[in-house]
């Protein structure tokens, strides 16, 4: 009997993950955003995940959500398209055991220069969350930091 329920409980924890709404970012474009991230809640009572949410930006400066990129402890590489805006969603997710369970979000409408690597670095350490993203001109490997840009600063054609 005990089999019967954890093949049921499989099922339907596959389900209900299949029907959140998050499918994986993929593409065949060349990897120009590698983001770094490191996250620490602080306690062992609590965790703290972080996601990527990429989202294209249409012409009209609608948006598409694209997929979700989860990020772990070390780095991860996408490939964004150049020479057009995309609006990235950082997501940060507190869950813990002894304390309500929390999201903050950090966005940021981003384009992409043909050529040029971009670096992200998105720490949530200490209750404290920061995203930093550079601009690696590939001829001088300068960085330029990004600042943050919402929505209202695209422009349609």
Known sequence: ????????????????????????????????????????????????????DIHTVKPDCSTEYAGTVQLDESS??????????????????????FSADSTITYNTLIRPRPGYQYNATVSYKENIYNVVINEVN????????LDPRDMSACRPV
């Open 138 to 145: 590939p001829g001088s490997k300068k960085n330029l930091e």
């Open 1 to 52: 009997m005990t089999r019967v329920y954890l093949i049921i409980f499989s099922l339907m924890t596959g389900f209900l993950a299949g029907c959140s709404g998050l499918k994986t970012y993929s593409s065949n474009l060349d990897e120009n955003l590698r983001i770094k991230t490191e996250t620490d809640s602080g306690s062992v009572f609590s965790s703290v995940e972080a996601a990527v």
């Open 76 to 97: 991860s590489d996408v490939g964004i398209p150049a020479g057009r805006s995309s609006y990235l969603v950082f997501v940060f997710e507190r869950s813990g055991f």
